[in-house]
């Protein structure tokens, strides 16, 4: 079965802090997203990326950057945490032209910055 | 820029109705379109996705139409059961320049009554 796994269901991190979310797939997809969900606002592209090394901004980048080293792996980095980035993490990943699969999804992180 | 609406927000049903959840969007030239379900607290789960050269795509009680020509797709769920009870997004993709992304909208909230 395909997947995308996240490492952390649940993550409370300290104001000022640096926080690492992790992302890994395994259908070889060249695309990888990152998104933030909060109520009333849905899905906010963060980042993404559609190849090794490649990174592009999505509509809400401050705050944020990016790591994508190898092809499986993208990583969100919150360089110094503030309570406005409390919300849920989502990842995605895709083929190129997206395929017959689309976009599929990690089980999300839930994080609060205290 | 793409916009994907569903409408209503929220909808309450009695188990065993068929319903219908609407999806619209405003850019024509869409690639395709992919149908989400997402429980509380949980990442989402693709359901459906539909080719732009498809009219159609039906998965057990499911079923998802496209009309590129109106800008609208419904998810129709046949015999509803409380195990439906989630928020169902939409999602309207492109694909170009060496990238494929998707832009959601906000999702209905689906609650089921036993």
């Known amino acids: 079965d395909v997947k995308v796994t996240q490492s952390s269901r649940y993550l409370v991190k300290r104001t000022g802090e640096k926080v690492f979310l992790e992302c890994v797939q395994d259908m070889d997809h060249e695309n990888m997203f990152w998104y933030r969900q909060d109520p009333g606002l849905g899905l906010r592209l963060i980042y993404f990326?559609?190849?090794?090394?490649?990174?592009e901004k999505g509509d809400i980048p401050e705050g944020y950057s990016v790591s994508r080293e190898k092809k499986e792996r993208f990583s969100l980095i919150l360089e110094s945490a503030s309570t406005n980035q409390t919300s849920m993490y989502l990842c995605?990943?895709?083929?190129?032209?997206?395929?017959?699969?689309?976009?599929?999804f990690g089980s999300g992180t839930r994080l609060t910055v205290v | 820029k793409q916009e994907v609406t569903q409408i209503p927000a929220a909808l309450s049903v009695p188990e065993g109705e068929n319903l219908v959840l609407n999806c619209s969007f405003t850019d024509s030239a869409i690639y395709n379109l992919q149908w989400f379900r997402q429980d509380p607290g949980k990442g989402l789960t693709s359901l459906l996705l539909i080719q732009s050269s498809q009219r159609e795509q039906t998965s057990g009680r499911l079923n998802a139409s496209l009309d590129k020509s109106s800008g609208r797709s419904t998810l129709y769920i046949a015999a509803s059961q409380p195990g439906d009870s989630a928020t169902y997004l939409c999602?309207?993709?492109?694909?170009?320049?060496?990238?494929?992304?998707?832009?959601f909208g906000k999702g209905t909230k689906l609650s089921v009554i036993p």
């Open positions: 995605a990943s895709s083929f190129t032209t997206g395929g017959g699969l689309g976009y599929t």
């Open positions: 990326s559609y190849d090794v090394k490649m990174k």
């Open positions: 999602a309207q993709g492109q694909s170009g320049a060496g990238s494929y992304q998707l832009t």
